[in-house]
């Protein structure tokens, strides 16, 4: 029975595995070494066993998933969630600002004003934000800082959905 849940766990099928190794510790409790390798290999096929966290589907929700990327020190994830979303939503105006941050965090000035300017064009709620944002101390000095906080709203778009500062989605209709 061991043997049998050692080859289902090579196998990758962790619930076979699991069945046969539950079989072993509770046919032999008095056969010590034996039962801890069962509980010890019973532990991987669980962690296994786990839900997994849902894959992000639509640009929100990537930008969620940076969001608590970011907010746990995870910054190459974060980058990651933030460029999948503005691949999904180039005129995602959170993703952009997230990515601005994250840009400037990284000592990418360029690259920050960029993402800030297209946040700033999609939402102009974004040049208040910026503006007393710490996150962007670093680039405030730079000269391209006002001139993003003064880019030029971009077209009108259908309704889309945007993160708020706390991390909730809600839906706002454009500016006409």
């Known amino acids: 029975m061991y043997e049998r849940g050692l080859q289902a766990l090579?196998?990758?099928?962790?619930?076979?595995s699991a069945a046969a190794l539950r079989t072993?510790?509770?046919?032999?409790?008095?056969?010590?070494?034996?039962?801890e390798r069962a509980r010890l290999y019973l532990k991987v096929c669980e962690r296994e066993l786990e839900p997994k966290?849902?894959?992000?589907?639509?640009?929100?929700?990537?930008?969620?998933a940076a969001t608590v990327a970011q907010n746990s020190g995870d910054e190459p994830t974060a980058l990651?969630?933030?460029?999948?979303?503005?691949?999904?939503?180039?005129?995602?105006?959170?993703?952009?600002y997230l990515m601005a941050v994250a840009m400037?965090?990284?000592?990418?000035?360029?690259?920050?004003?960029?993402?800030?300017?297209?946040?700033?064009?999609?939402?102009?709620?974004?040049?208040?934000?910026?503006?007393?944002?710490?996150?962007?101390?670093?680039?405030?000095?730079?000269?391209?800082f006002k001139a993003a906080l003064d880019a030029p709203p971009a077209?009108?778009?259908?309704?889309?959905?945007?993160?708020s500062d706390a991390g909730a989605l809600r839906t706002r209709k454009p500016r006409r």
Do not use: C, M
Request: proline share 8%.
């Open 24 to 35: 072993v510790i509770e046919r032999y409790p008095d056969e010590r070494e034996l039962l």
């Open 104 to 144: 400037a965090q990284r000592g990418d000035p360029g690259t920050a004003l960029d993402h800030l300017r297209r946040a700033v064009a999609l939402n102009p709620e974004n040049r208040s934000r910026a503006r007393q944002d710490a996150d962007l101390d670093i680039v405030r000095e730079d000269p391209g």
């Open 80 to 96: 990651r969630h933030l460029q999948r979303a503005l691949t999904e939503d180039p005129r995602h105006d959170h993703a952009h």
């Open 10 to 16: 090579q196998r990758r099928d962790f619930a076979a």
């Open 53 to 64: 966290e849902p894959t992000p589907k639509t640009a929100n929700e990537w930008v969620y």
């Open 155 to 163: 077209e009108s778009v259908a309704p889309k959905a945007v993160a």
